[in-house]
């Protein structure tokens, strides 16, 4: 009888068994059950304690944002141009009581409140109401921008009681009227009595107030810089002086009867080879002297001009 051979299928699937027995022996955690939870590989991985995340730049806490409004920017003005401000009035306040037929001044303080400077040939020129025998026109000082100056004109009051109103108007050299309008508003009342004008012997002369030597407080002046007023009898005697190169031009001598000045005005006229120039010559309340000119040229082609100049007693 023949002897059977060991199976080589059956050792070898034995040995396969004894290997795979040997690998779970070796990976079973000791002394624990050999049965252990499934896990994944991404909790296998993964850190039992989380180490907190790696700090960033310091952050600054919000502040809560303040909207700033930027100012409102002043318009520029598209144009420049003249422009007067009444302030004050200087004398003969609205409703003052005047004397019927008396002379008087008014004056007028006011502001250049434009953006261009008074010049030479900026007149007041009369528009409405009563004129009370006053010139069409009068100077104005020349001003600078904010500057201000004082304006007179030299009125009669009418014959008539009443109240009386005359409106003026600012007037640039190019003929522009501009700035508000000054006015004079007086009450004309009766004369106390016929006044005598004839001075008597005893009695200082109308034109007393008049005489001596003045001279252009304006140093500086390119107009009449000296004005000798004398009295002879029924006669004033008027010489004037300009300012010439190198020393003063003589402008001669006029006459005029006393009687004139018992009004306060020395009215004259000059004859000038350019043609004529006419002065009124007033006593101001200050002491001063005031002399309003007009020339009227020979040439048409030259503008006629005006002029406003003080003077003072010579010391």
Sequence with gaps: M???????????GTALAALALAALACNAPIGESSVTPTRSVAEILTPVTALPAPAGPEQTPATPSTTITP??????????????TFIEDVTVEDGTEIAAGSTFEKTWRVRNDGCLPWTEGTELVFADGEQMSSPEAVPVPPAGVGEMVDVTVTLTAPAEPGEYRGDWLFRSPEGLIFGQNVYVQIKVVEAAGATDTTPAPDQTPSWQPFAGEW??????????????????????HIRMWSACVPTECDWGEVTLPASEADDGILSL?????????????????????QVIGQIDYSDPDQEDTSYLEFFKPTE
């Design 215 to 236: 001279v252009n407080q304006d140093a500086e002046t390119s107009g009449i810089t000296r004005i000798q007023i004398r009295g002879e009898g029924d006669t004033i």
């Design 71 to 84: 100012p409102t920017p002043i318009p520029t003005p598209t144009e420049c141009g003249y422009w007067a």
């Design 2 to 12: 023949r002897k059977d051979r060991p199976s080589l299928i059956r050792h070898s």
């Design 269 to 289: 006229q000059w004859d000038k080879p350019y043609g004529t120039e006419t002065q009124q010559i007033l006593m101001l309340f200050d002491g001063r002297l």
